[in-house]
């Protein structure tokens, strides 16, 4: 599946100024039914700066995939996320936007459940009691998506074209100006 990786050291890092700690690494693949994607993590191990972010080279038409989650097989269907590719959730109330700061990353369905899942255990032990009730309920729900036992759907938005999730039984479909122009 993968293509190449590169590594490019950079000299100076350009958020804390340190010397030879900045580095670039970068991986290409060749995913089915999408196309050769490119994922890169930038760090310095000085400040720690952390930044990862894929690239669909292919074709970029802005798009909208729908996936129906049945069952614990589909766990293992892949999502191609870029920091531009929001997330929605219908099922359990949850959009992941793509906001300043945004992380790119290939995952698969299960990847995407478990970010969900670290945010709302998060919140369901730091909330006030009455947000802590609601995010252990979605915790729940989680969990029975995961094991098959509830269905849900995925979709993903991203106007850029860099997002998808990639298996055939998705529904993909050109996003309309006006998505476009909402996600933007
Ligand atoms: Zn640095």
């Known amino acids: 599946m ?4 590169f590594v490019l050291p950079i000299e100076i890092c350009p958020i804390c100024g340190a010397r ?3 580095q670039v690494f970068g991986r290409i ?15 310095c191990s000085h400040c720690n ?3 990862s972010e894929v690239t669909h080279l292919g074709q970029h038409e802005a798009a909208r995939y729908e996936f129906q989650i049945s069952s614990e097989e589909d766990m293992m269907v892949r999502v191609v996320r870029s920091s531009t590719g929001m997330i929605k959730i219908p099922e359990l109330g949850v959009t992941i936007t793509p906001g300043a700061g945004s992380q790119g990353y290939i995952t698969n ?12 255990s998060y919140v369901a032990e730091t909330a006030p009691p009455a947000k802590r009730k609601a995010a252990q309920r979605r915790l729940r729900k989680i969990e029975e998506i995961i ?18 999730i990639v298996d055939q039984r998705a529904k993909k479909r050109k996003l309309t100006k006006r998505e476009i122009e909402s996600l933007k």
């Open 2 to 5: 993968t293509k190449r990786e």
């Open 20 to 22: 030879g700690t900045f």
């Open 29 to 43: 693949d060749d995913i089915p039914y999408f196309g050769e994607t490119m994922e890169t993590l930038v760090t």
């Open 49 to 51: 700066f952390k930044h």
């Open 109 to 120: 369905v299960e990847g995407v459940l478990n970010r969900v899942k670290d945010v709302l």
């Open 147 to 164: 094991q098959g036992r509830a269905r849900a759907r995925i979709i993903l938005m991203d106007p850029f074209g860099h997002s998808a």
